[in-house]
């Protein structure tokens, strides 16, 4: 069946990060009348796509077409890479004659293997591509599709690609939407804290950090010690059936029976524009769009880079970030991290709170990626 023509084909990997770039841009590009085509991987990706544009308030009129194809390990002469490869080499001739059919003006690459195939096939057929790389550390995707792309469009400007556009990072319209100074005393409230209650919100990723449950379970006790102290703890799918099992929790929940908000945990929220709005205090891992989404909601935040993150991405992701003293944000090295010095960290910062002063460059990065791809529309 011939695809429906576009003006640009959005060619993403598989992960929230890849995928919700491409949404966010995509919807911007259809408010100017321009018609979008995704690109991606048939391994898991079509409902966490379907998710992400489900969550914008504009519905995007756009079309989805799926590779068969699959990440390389590092063993580089295992049998895994040789059918990866062979898959690759498939994909690329079925996105070639994708692209054919929906004739695009531009192609955009936000990472991740998924992308390569088609960022190939728009060389073969010289039809211009960009690629977008949101961490400080690019991609081997990244790095190997820039080589020929005509932009290189970065969230990070030390992130060191060739022909680079300092863009920034999509982040999505509630986080923009979002008056700290405004508003946070009254979404404490609507989310069931006192106004004068310190809110500390940890979250590790959508999966989870065990590493950082664990440590947030064994400082709680001496962090609750403080009584205007409230922990809003998103423990994360994978890890929550274990975390309620935990001998930690049991304690921790039956030492406050009288205010069970004091410790609160859940498993995972559709919704982090209210927390990032309401919060004193953030904890997180240090990947890029939980980064963009910070800046740009103006929240100080601890950040704890994953050490085991490819080419270890987010501590360079956090180091450039926190370099900036106008962001409100420290690092915290998770190898040396433990629980007096994770206790004393977000005490300190709490005594003396650091404050968010930047204009944030990702508040503007939809429509600044939006408006690159549209000079190629014409």
């Given at each position: 069946?011939?695809?429906?023509?576009?003006?640009?084909?959005?060619?993403?990997?598989?992960?929230?990060?890849?995928?919700?770039?491409?949404?966010?841009?995509?919807?911007?590009?259809?408010?100017?009348?321009?018609?979008?085509?995704?690109?991606?991987?048939?391994?898991?990706?079509q409902s966490d796509l379907?998710?992400?544009?489900?969550?914008?308030?504009?519905?995007?009129?756009?079309?989805?077409?799926?590779?068969?194809?699959?990440?390389?390990?590092?063993?580089?002469?295992?049998?895994?890479?040789?059918?990866?490869?062979?898959?690759?080499?498939?994909?690329?001739?079925?996105?070639?004659?994708?692209?054919?059919?929906?004739?695009?003006?531009?192609?955009?690459?936000?990472?991740?293997?998924?992308?390569?195939?088609?960022?190939?096939?728009a060389r073969a057929l010289k039809i211009p591509f960009v690629v977008f790389e949101p961490n400080a550390i690019p991609g081997r995707a990244s790095r190997f599709l820039s080589r020929k792309a005509a932009v290189s469009a970065v969230g990070f400007k030390e992130?060191?690609?060739?022909?680079?556009?300092?863009?920034?990072?999509?982040?999505?319209?509630?986080?923009?939407?979002?008056?700290?100074?405004?508003?946070?005393?009254?979404?404490?409230?609507?989310?069931?804290?006192?106004?004068e209650a310190e809110l500390l919100v940890v979250v590790g990723g959508s999966l989870g950090s065990m590493n950082i449950n664990q440590l947030v379970l064994a400082s709680a006790k001496e962090l609750l010690k403080r009584e205007s102290l409230y922990i809003h703890h998103i423990v994360g799918k994978r890890d929550w059936e274990q975390h309620q099992q935990s001998?930690?929790?049991?304690?921790?929940?039956?030492?406050?029976?009288?205010?069970?908000?004091?410790?609160?945990?859940?498993?995972?929220?559709?919704?982090?524009?209210?927390?990032?709005?309401?919060?004193?205090?953030?904890?997180?891992?240090a990947g890029a769009s939980t980064i963009a989404e910070l800046d740009a909601s103006a929240t100080p935040a601890i950040l704890i880079p994953w050490s085991k993150a490819v080419s270890n991405h987010q501590v360079a992701n956090a180091k450039a970030y926190c370099a900036d003293s106008a962001n409100g944000s420290q690092?915290?090295?998770?190898k040396t991290l433990s629980t007096d010095t994770f206790v004393s960290g977000v005490l300190n910062f709490l005594n003396s709170p650091l404050i968010h002063s930047a204009n944030s460059?990702?508040?503007?990065?939809t429509s600044a990626l939006a408006d690159l791809l549209q000079q190629y529309c014409v």
């Amino acid at each position: 069946m011939e695809e429906q023509k576009a003006d640009v084909v959005f060619a993403t990997g598989g992960t929230a990060g890849h995928v919700f770039p491409a949404v966010a841009v995509g919807n911007e590009l259809k408010n100017r009348e321009l018609k979008s085509h995704f690109i991606t991987a048939s391994h898991g990706i079509q409902s966490d796509l379907q998710a992400e544009a489900s969550k914008n308030d504009k519905s995007i009129q756009s079309n989805v077409s799926y590779l068969n194809v699959s990440g390389f390990s590092k063993s580089i002469l295992s049998l895994k890479n040789i059918h990866s490869a062979l898959e690759a080499l498939r994909a690329k001739g079925k996105a070639k004659k994708l692209l054919q059919s929906i004739q695009p003006s531009v192609v955009l690459s936000t990472g991740g293997y998924a992308a390569v195939p088609t960022g190939l096939a728009a060389r073969a057929l010289k039809i211009p591509f960009v690629v977008f790389e949101p961490n400080a550390i690019p991609g081997r995707a990244s790095r190997f599709l820039s080589r020929k792309a005509a932009v290189s469009a970065v969230g990070f400007k030390e992130c060191k690609l060739p022909r680079s556009f300092h863009s920034g990072i999509p982040v999505h319209e509630k986080i923009l939407a979002i008056d700290r100074a405004k508003n946070q005393d009254k979404t404490k409230q609507k989310l069931g804290y006192e106004k004068e209650a310190e809110l500390l919100v940890v979250v590790g990723g959508s999966l989870g950090s065990m590493n950082i449950n664990q440590l947030v379970l064994a400082s709680a006790k001496e962090l609750l010690k403080r009584e205007s102290l409230y922990i809003h703890h998103i423990v994360g799918k994978r890890d929550w059936e274990q975390h309620q099992q935990s001998e930690d929790f049991k304690v921790l929940k039956n030492d406050t029976p009288q205010n069970p908000k004091k410790y609160h945990a859940v498993e995972f929220e559709d919704n982090m524009a209210p927390l990032f709005e309401a919060a004193d205090l953030f904890v997180s891992r240090a990947g890029a769009s939980t980064i963009a989404e910070l800046d740009a909601s103006a929240t100080p935040a601890i950040l704890i880079p994953w050490s085991k993150a490819v080419s270890n991405h987010q501590v360079a992701n956090a180091k450039a970030y926190c370099a900036d003293s106008a962001n409100g944000s420290q690092v915290l090295d998770e190898k040396t991290l433990s629980t007096d010095t994770f206790v004393s960290g977000v005490l300190n910062f709490l005594n003396s709170p650091l404050i968010h002063s930047a204009n944030s460059k990702h508040r503007h990065a939809t429509s600044a990626l939006a408006d690159l791809l549209q000079q190629y529309c014409v």
